[in-house]
């Protein structure tokens, strides 16, 4: 089946660190990944989805003011595979976290829940 599977999410008190794991599957997504602009979203409850960092299919990554040096998103390629490594984490990044493509969506997964609370 084509999708995006996000994994990793959890409950962690403030201040600690998680890493998801966005994974293409389906002979196409794993055709086209590798050429993709690819991004990590979030949505909050009650708050529109956001997105919160870029990564272009040379490796080149950008990020919503918010998670600047905290949040580093990385992909490799060979794996069809994108990563989010979360550190710092504030109760305010607390949300359903997906990924997808940034310039171009495809149907959006389940997401993975980040719940960030003492």
């Known amino acids: 089946q084509e999708k995006f599977v996000e994994s990793g999410g959890g409950l962690v008190q403030p201040g600690g660190s998680l890493r998801l794991s966005c994974e293409a599957s389906?002979?196409?997504?794993?055709?086209?990944?590798?050429?993709?602009?690819m991004g990590w979203y979030r949505q909050a409850p009650g708050k529109q989805r956001e997105l919160v960092a870029g990564?272009?299919?040379?490796?080149?990554?950008n990020y919503v003011d918010s998670v600047k040096g905290r949040f580093t998103i990385s992909r490799d390629n060979a794996k069809n595979t994108m990563y989010l490594q979360m550190n710092s984490l504030k109760p305010e990044d607390t949300a359903v976290y997906y990924c997808?493509?940034?310039?171009?969506?495809?149907?959006w997964g389940k997401g993975t829940l980040v719940t960030v609370s003492s």
């Open positions: 997808n493509g940034v310039a171009r969506q495809s149907p």
């Open positions: 990564i272009t299919s040379g490796g080149s990554a």
């Open positions: 389906g002979s196409i997504f794993r055709s086209i990944f590798s050429i993709s602009h």
